[in-house]
C-alpha cells in the first residue's frame, strides 16, 4: 500500500514484547507499501540480537518521538505510556494503532483531540470475533452485549483484581468466577487481560452497558471469549479460542490482526466493515 504518491507508508513501533517484535518482523519481510521505520524500545541492550537482525536497520527514538518518523503509530506498549505515545501522533494528524484500548477509556479526551487534529485512532479486532457485526448492529439498536472470558491460571496471574481482593487461583481443580460487571470495571481489574472488553464496548454500546464475565479455568489451555449480542437487527453469538503468545496474557492472533489491519489500509480490495 502506498499513499497517492507512490510513497510507501511508515510505520513506527512502541514496544518489543510478543506483539510488537511479531510486527516488527513481519514489516521486515514485507508488507506491501509499508517499511519499518522507527522503534521504541526501553532496553535496547536487551533487544540488540533482534534488532541486528532485521534487514533494514530502523530508527530508535522514544516513545513521544515516533511520531516525526511515521504516518502509523503502533502502541504495543504498557497501558501507562498509552498517552505519550498516542497524543503527539494525533496532534500531528498521523495514525495510532492502540493495542491498549482499556487505557483509552482514562484517556478519552484523545478522541477529540484526534478529531480536531485530523488524527486517527485505530482498535484492531485483536482477540476477538465479530466486531464488524457489533459494528454493523450498533447502527441500529442493540439491547444487551455480554462477554464471557475464560482463561487458564497463568494467563491471570497478577491482575489488579485478583491481588485486592486475595483471590487464590493457584491449584484450582474447577472454573471459578472472578468477576461479573461492566468493561470499564473489567478493564480496570484486569488491564493486561481485558482489552477484548473495552474494544468489543466501543464498537457496540460503550463500556459502561457492555457485561463482562471472567473465569480462572484450569480446563482450557486457551484463551477462551464468547459474546452474545441481542439488537433490533440481529441476535447473533460468536466464540473464539486464542492460542496463547509466549505472553500468556496474549494471544497469538493479536498480532495477526494488527497486521490484517495494516494490511488493510489503503487497499484496492478491502472486505469487512
Known amino acids: 500500500m502506498t499513499d497517492a504518491k507512490g510513497t510507501a507508508l511508515r510505520v513506527a513501533i512502541a514496544g ?46 522514544p516513545i513521544d518521538k515516533l511520531w516525526e518518523a511515521a504516518d502509523i503509530v503502533v502502541e504495543c506498549a504498557p497501558s501507562q505510556n498509552l498517552r505519550a505515545i498516542v497524543e503527539p501522533v494525533v496532534m ?14 482514562d484517556h478519552d ?31 441500529g439498536v442493540i439491547h444487551s452485549v455480554r462477554m464471557v472470558t475464560r482463561k487458564p491460571i497463568d494467563g491471570l496471574k497478577g491482575a489488579p483484581f485478583i491481588v485486592h481482593n486475595n483471590i487464590a ?3 484450582l481443580h474447577e472454573p471459578l468466577k472472578l468477576f461479573e460487571g461492566s468493561a470499564r470495571e473489567a478493564a480496570k481489574g484486569f488491564p493486561a487481560n481485558l482489552n477484548v472488553a473495552v474494544a468489543l464496548s466501543l464498537a457496540g454500546i460503550g463500556p459502561d452497558r457492555t457485561t463482562i464475565e471472567i473465569w480462572a479455568d484450569p480446563t482450557v489451555t486457551r484463551n477462551t471469549h464468547r459474546i452474545e ?10 466464540a473464539i479460542e486464542n492460542v496463547p503468545s509466549e505472553n500468556p496474557r496474549t494471544g497469538v492472533i493479536t498480532a495477526l490482526s494488527v497486521i490484517a489491519l495494516l494490511r488493510k489500509q489503503r487497499a484496492a480490495l478491502a472486505v469487512g466493515t
Open 109 to 139: 479526551d484523545l478522541f477529540a483531540l484526534a478529531k480536531a487534529h485530523g488524527g486517527r485512532i485505530l482498535v484492531p479486532t485483536g482477540a476477538l470475533i465479530g466486531l464488524d457485526a457489533v459494528n454493523a448492529a450498533a447502527c
Open 16 to 61: 518489543l514484547g510478543s506483539i510488537g517484535s511479531r510486527l516488527a518482523r513481519e514489516l521486515d519481510r514485507g508488507i506491501d507499501g509499508m517499511v519499518l521505520a522507527a522503534i521504541a524500545v526501553r532496553d535496547k541492550d536487551k533487544h540488540r540480537a533482534f534488532l541486528e537482525s532485521l534487514r533494514v536497520q530502523p530508527l530508535i527514538l
Open 169 to 171: 487461583i493457584d491449584g
Open 229 to 238: 449480542v441481542d439488537a433490533d437487527s440481529a441476535r447473533f453469538s460468536m
Open 92 to 105: 500531528h494528524g498521523k495514525t495510532a494503532v492502540v493495542l491498549g484500548a482499556g487505557a483509552l477509556l
